[in-house]
């Protein structure tokens, strides 16, 4: 099995970036034999906000994460979540808190890393 990990920094609304990663992301954990990580940073743990409702035919981060939750793995900076004021119940169900030492195993074990 192929292993890949993809970094968001992005906010989640704003730029593409973080639709960006999370359409390959999502495209790539559908595939048969892939195990696809996604660790939020910064601004990008707002991607894992649960209760996004955005206008009508714009894109929805929240449900894009959950296609990856899905069929791999979501962590969230901790760190980062604090800062922004993000409690463990305000995250989607599936994405988890996480510490920069599970990102350091991540990108350790990973075949693929994509910084977005």
Not at 82 to 100: I, K
Request: proline share 2%; with cysteine.
């Amino acid at each position: 099995m192929s292993g890949s990990l993809f970094i968001i920094n992005d906010a989640p609304y704003g730029s593409e970036r973080a639709y960006n990663a999370l359409r390959l992301a999502g495209a790539m954990a559908g595939r048969e034999g892939q195990h696809v990580r996604v660790f939020l940073m910064a601004d990008a743990v707002g991607c894992a906000k649960s209760g996004q409702k955005v206008p009508e035919g714009y894109y929805n981060v929240q449900l894009m994460l959950g296609r990856v939750i899905r069929n791999g793995e979501v962590g969230l900076c901790g760190t980062c979540m604090d800062a922004r004021g993000l409690a463990d119940g305000e995250v989607m169900e599936g994405a988890r808190r996480s510490t920069l030492s599970q990102l350091a195993d991540w990108t350790i074990e990973a075949d693929k890393v994509l910084v977005f």
